[in-house]
């Protein structure tokens, strides 16, 4: 999907993006492409990762070095959990706050696996499917 009609958003807008704001119309075909290319989890997993980097600043606080690190561990953690908890029902809203039917995602990733589960459902048919020789 790497056509001139993929507008990518500046750096700014991309921090914005990630924690959840919308894009121009001009770049509603990258928020298609980023929640539905290849490497959507971890596109996905990044925009988390930058939600939760103010939490560092916990790191700054007073006393030993390895309470906070601990906290900040923990947080990152819980949040890494619940973010892929969610994470077709958060790429689905994406998409839908840039003008797509709820779906879409879903159904481009599935049309975009489609041939590759239909060799793997053939291989499978093939070795564990055999017919009664007659």
């Not at 900040?72 to 839908?96: C, D, N, P, Q």
Request: net charge positive; glycine share 6%.
């Amino acid at each position: 999907m790497a056509d001139a009609r993929l507008i990518r958003p500046n750096p700014a807008q991309w921090i914005w993006y990630a924690f959840g704001g919308r894009l121009p119309q001009r770049c509603r075909e990258w928020v298609l492409h980023d929640v539905t290319c290849r490497t959507w989890v971890l596109r996905h997993l990044a925009r988390s990762l930058v939600q939760i980097s103010p939490g560092l600043l916990f790191l700054l606080l007073p006393g030993p070095l390895w309470i906070p690190a601990l906290a900040v561990l923990g947080g990152v953690i819980l949040a890494l959990w619940y973010s892929l908890s969610y994470l077709e029902h958060t790429s689905e809203y994406r998409l839908t706050k840039h003008g797509y039917p709820l779906g879409t995602g879903k159904a481009v990733r599935e049309e975009a696996q489609a041939a590759e589960r239909a060799e793997r459902a053939q291989r499978y048919a093939e070795l564990y499917r055999h017919q009664p020789e007659q």
